[in-house]
């Protein structure tokens, strides 16, 4: 049974660390390109597309080896396991991770679509858009952190496991919010292009 748990243990650690890799490097692009003053942030539909996909086979795979390892667990330890506040935490987490999931999927995403770049959304769906993606980058760290931070089982109460998670969450809201209104307000100061005909040498 233990190799059993360990060969899920794995393959539920490769989904964790496949979401993370595809989350954290979409957002440092997105960073990027707001730092560099490029207006086109958003990306295409096709990538946009395949993200999103690769993000939810990863979900899907960590609820599935995940609620089998809570099963094994259940068979060894018994009732008793389900006490574990470290437990509930991460349950708490993928909860809020996957019903954000399916915000951005059914709201953010076609704005963005729409829109063509993050800072051309209205200031409501521009907003609601940082705070999920604050909220999902957040919440991607901090299970994994929970999933391999065994020392903190039955050691602290769920409140104190999750106290800094909202902070997290706002400090990292906030920080996108002030860098894209610093990137809002750069590219609208910014001068317009010159006409082609002035670029081409054509006198007025």
Request: aromatic residues 8%; glycine residues 8%.
């Amino acid at each position: 049974m233990e190799l059993v748990r360990l060969s899920v243990v794995y393959i539920h650690l490769l989904a964790c660390c496949v979401a993370i890799g595809l989350v954290l490097a979409s957002d440092a692009e997105m960073v990027r390109d707001l730092l560099k003053g490029n207006k086109n942030t958003g990306h295409d539909s096709t990538h946009m597309a395949r993200l999103q996909k690769s993000v939810t086979n990863a979900l899907i795979f960590l609820w599935l080896t995940g609620a089998a390892v809570i099963g094994i667990d259940y068979l060894e330890k018994g009732m008793n396991y389900f006490s574990n506040p470290k437990l509930h935490a991460k349950i708490i987490i993928v909860l809020l991770l996957t019903f954000n999931g399916m915000l951005l999927h059914r709201y953010v995403l076609p704005a963005l679509l729409k829109a063509g770049s993050l800072l051309d959304l209205n200031i409501g769906v521009r907003m609601f858009a940082l705070f999920s993606g604050a909220l999902s980058g957040v919440s991607w760290l901090y299970a994994a952190m929970l999933g391999v931070g065994r020392p903190l089982a039955w050691k602290y109460s769920l409140t104190e496991l999750l106290l800094a998670y909202p902070v997290m969450i706002v400090l990292g809201f906030a920080l996108m919010v002030i860098l894209t209104q610093w990137a809002r307000k750069r590219s609208l100061a910014e001068p317009a292009p010159a006409p082609v005909w002035r670029l081409a040498g054509i006198p007025c």
